[in-house]
């Protein structure tokens, strides 16, 4: 299990762009995150400062 499973991308988003999808039988975590409300991000990056395998890449407009 990750250790995104308590701080992640999800928890830390101010406006929910994240939320969880499972991936079973997937060797290194049953769910990942899917940004599915990609279009409201604001840029804040929290979710790539708790990111603990630096998955995610924010760039700002
Ligand atoms: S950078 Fe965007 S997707 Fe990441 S936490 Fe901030 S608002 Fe959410």
């Known amino acids: 299990m990750l250790k995104s499973d308590n701080v992640s991308c999800i928890t830390a988003c101010p406006v929910n762009v994240f ?4 991936t079973p039988g997937n060797p290194v975590s049953e769910k990942k995150a899917d940004p599915f409300n990609e279009q409201a991000c604001i840029f804040c990056m929290a979710c790539v400062n708790v990111c603990p395998v630096a998955a995610i890449d924010v760039k700002p407009p």
């Open 19 to 22: 939320r969880w999808f499972d």
